[in-house]
């Protein structure tokens, strides 16, 4: 059974270091690009970073590049993002999606809520 796990969210304060993580099983996981989305209150779901199955190419979001840095572990079927400087702005409930050659097989975890506030 497919399954993408979400974990790392919480509070942080502003500036501060934070890491998800996402654990896949189920599928073939280095068969899939990874990306992390997020939701904030009232606004639509947007991506935030993607990375391709073998982690040799990631992109951003304009408002995260610089930032935040995805990457994943084959080996653990496990991809991350990171940020040592959070922002109040990245308040959001954060989504794992991992799709398939062509888009023919998309999977998403149930999110992991993250808030940036002092």
């Known amino acids: 059974q497919v399954q993408l796990v979400e974990s790392g969210g919480g509070l942080v304060q502003p500036g501060g270091s934070l890491r998800l993580s996402c654990a896949a099983s189920?599928?073939?996981?280095?068969?899939?690009?990874m990306s992390w989305y997020r939701q904030a209150p009232g606004k639509e779901r947007d991506l935030v970073a993607s990375?391709?199955?073998?982690?040799?190419?990631?992109n951003y979001a304009d408002s995260v590049k610089g930032r935040f840095t995805i990457s994943r572990d084959n080996a653990k079927n496990t991809v991350y993002l990171q940020t040592n400087s959070a922002e109040p702005e990245d308040t959001a409930l954060y989504y794992c999606?991992?799709?398939?050659?062509?888009?023919?097989?998309?999977?998403w975890g149930t999110g992991t809520l993250v808030t940036v506030s002092s």
């Open positions: 990375i391709s199955t073998s982690g040799g190419t990631t």
């Open positions: 999606n991992a799709r398939g050659g062509l888009w023919v097989r998309e999977y």
């Open positions: 189920g599928f073939t996981f280095s068969s899939f690009v």
